[in-house]
């Protein structure tokens, strides 16, 4: 690392992941992975319906058995009604660590809730859709929009490749995409270091950029979802969580492709999943910044994620529209976009890389 990213981060406290548990069947070892956190009584999983039915129930059962009391609490969604409610219930069961079993929504949940609360989380997720499984950010609804919110990284990941393997395709998919668009993110965040003096971290910049090729190289596998493709790309899902714990904060992994997706999910009525979206910004982006764009593209197409607007139901001018205003998400962050597209700009862009005809 060089001096000047040195001097620029300053010394911080890093938190990591301190168990991983990875591989075929991993749930059935979740008891023993919690017991290298402590003699703990009491626990609170968090998961939806479906959650509940793939991994959840398996979850209770083991850790009821291993002589914990614990109590499930099954959200309809992640917003700040439930993360309230969430905190309420660990704060009236006594809950000394909470468990999210799910995607996204649940682990967000137990992951903000445990913060708030002062016990850990532990992370088993049943599809690998974004890299929230393992970092240090919650995504939750407020006021009727997604707002990243700081909490802490999972104490254990317990990653049952059986049951990831088994989840629908384009989640899979959607979790590569997420992934792979640290390409562009990383690149934002070195414009922001050269133009505007931010803090960076070379270490946590090579390690984002690490888990998007490690999915580029083995794209053609990822299709097949065979344990070894599941396994990597759980390890890259893990690694970009990682490279934001490093950082403390979500900038090696979000750039102007995550302002993007994120302008379209105030745009767009029913948003494609987050993954998708970035995928697809992350393909304009790369070809603002001048970047190789065509070969994001290709791999995005190996893998099977949609790259125009009309395979993810969006309208052409939705996307225009969100890639004009994607600088008013997070404005402080320095990104490609600068001070902004004009229509015409934003259009001509879309139409280089063929998101739109």
């Keep these: 690392m060089g001096k000047s990213e040195e001097i620029t981060l300053g010394i911080r406290n890093i938190r990591l992941p301190a168990v991983l548990s ?59 009604k439930v993360l309230d409610r969430a905190k309420g219930l660990i704060f009236k069961h006594g809950a000394e660590i909470a468990v999210g079993v799910g995607g996204g929504r649940p682990i967000d949940i137990a992951k903000k809730s445990s913060f708030d609360s002062g016990i850990p989380f532990v992370s088993v997720p049943t599809a690998p859709s974004h890299d929230g499984i393992g970092s ?27 049951i990831l393997s088994n989840a629908p395709y384009r989640l899979i998919a959607s979790g590569c995409g997420d992934v792979i668009s640290n390409i562009t993110a990383v690149r934002d965040w070195e414009i922001g270091r050269d133009e505007n003096g931010e803090g960076f971290s070379e270490y946590a910049a090579e390690l984002s950029r690490l888990s998007a090729k490690l999915l580029i190289r083995h794209a053609s596998e990822i299709p097949e979802k065979t344990g070894n493709s599941t396994r990597v790309v759980v390890d890259a899902l893990i690694t970009s969580g990682i490279a934001m714990a490093v950082a403390d904060s979500s900038r090696p992994a979000s750039g102007a492709e995550h302002k993007f997706s994120h302008s379209l999910d105030r745009i767009v009525e029913r948003p494609a999943l987050h993954g998708e979206q970035c995928a697809l910004g992350s393909i304009v982006t790369a070809y603002l910044q001048g970047g190789d764009w065509e070969m994001l593209r290709d791999v995005m197409e190996t893998i099977g994620i949609p790259t125009t607007a009309s395979a993810l139901g969006l309208k052409r001018e939705e996307v225009i529209r969100a890639l004009m205003e994607a600088k008013d998400i997070r404005p402080e962050r320095y990104t490609i976009l600068g001070k902004g597209l004009t229509c015409q700009e934003a259009e001509e862009a879309l139409k280089h890389v063929g998101i739109i005809d």
Excluded: F
């Design 22 to 80: 990875r591989g075929p069947n991993a749930i059935e070892g979740i008891g023993s992975a919690m017991d290298l956190l402590g003699d703990l009584g009491r626990g609170l999983i968090i998961c939806d319906k479906i959650t509940y039915n793939i991994a959840g129930r398996r979850v209770e059962q083991l850790l009821n058995e291993k002589g914990m009391k614990i109590l499930v609490y099954s959200i309809p969604a992640a917003n700040g």
């Design 136 to 162: 240090a950010r919650a995504s939750i609804r407020l006021d009727g929009i997604n707002t990243s919110m700081a909490a802490h990284p999972p104490a254990v990941i317990v990653a049952d490749t059986t």
